[in-house]
């Protein structure tokens, strides 16, 4: 079982799972969650994590401390915009007419070819 694999090998293993992934093996067991107390994870989880936080681990900082920055940390990420836009289909248009064309800001954004023959949104 995972119970009998040594602590150094479960430290690492632990490291490379997120905050709310060590927060659930916490639930496990009374072992794991033992484990999951201890500063060394917390730490590791601290150091290695790239949710926005405050500088650290220092020496001065409680172990309650860094688990508690990094689980309000975990929370505002996950109710966070994405980073990365996401592409929107996008659409072809024909236009009629030689009259001026203009820029449509909104929930849409159109422009007008050169050419004045199709508008792409």
């Known amino acids: 079982t995972l119970e009998n694999i040594p602590i150094d090998v479960l430290y ?3 490291s490379f799972i997120s905050v709310l992934d060590i927060v659930r093996l916490r639930l496990v067991s009374k ?3 033992e484990v999951m ?3 060394t994870v917390w730490s590791n989880a601290y150091r290695t994590t790239t949710l926005p936080r405050h500088p650290g681990p220092f020496p001065h900082q409680s172990t ?3 688990k508690e920055t990094l689980l309000e940390s975990a929370k505002l990420a996950r109710n966070w915009a994405p980073h990365e836009p996401i592409p929107t289909a996008r ?3 024909p236009v009629e007419g030689d009259g001026p064309h203009q820029l449509v800001l ?3 954004l159109m422009y007008v070819e050169k050419t004045c023959t199709r508008i792409e949104c």
């Open 91 to 93: 659409r072809t248009l």
């Open 64 to 66: 309650e401390m860094l």
């Open 106 to 108: 909104g929930r849409w």
């Open 37 to 39: 107390e201890g500063r």
């Open 31 to 33: 072992f794991f969650w």
């Open 12 to 14: 690492r293993i632990v």
